[in-house]
């Protein structure tokens, strides 16, 4: 077999996959923004309508939060949710 052929039957999987990751993260971007929104939305809703939202099983970022310990509290909140620095961020202090 030539190894020609078979480096040229490598870059094209190699290619295959970057292209299949790439339409998947460009997917996966999408429905990120879409939930953004969405939380925007709700997020807005709940505070016309005068409504505290907690999250559920918080109660140790919650009492971060009062003590003024919001770095701790993110990082409890991230490490508890699985969540993103700035989704974190955003949420402790809604919570605050």
């Not at 039957?9 to 998947?24: E, I, K, R, W, Y």
């Not at 997020?43 to 970022?61: H, M, N, R, S, T």
């Amino acid at each position: 077999m030539d190894y020609g052929m078979l480096l040229l039957g490598v870059v094209v999987l190699v290619a295959v996959v970057a292209l299949g990751s790439s339409a998947t993260d460009r997917r996966l971007a999408r429905v990120d923004r879409r939930l953004a929104r969405v939380e925007t939305k709700l997020d807005a809703i709940a505070a016309k309508l005068g409504v505290a939202v907690e999250e559920p099983g918080l109660d140790e970022v919650v009492a971060l939060v009062r003590e003024g310990r919001k770095i701790q509290a993110i990082k409890v909140y991230r490490e508890r949710t699985g969540a993103g620095l700035k989704d974190a961020k955003d949420a402790v202090e809604r919570l605050g």
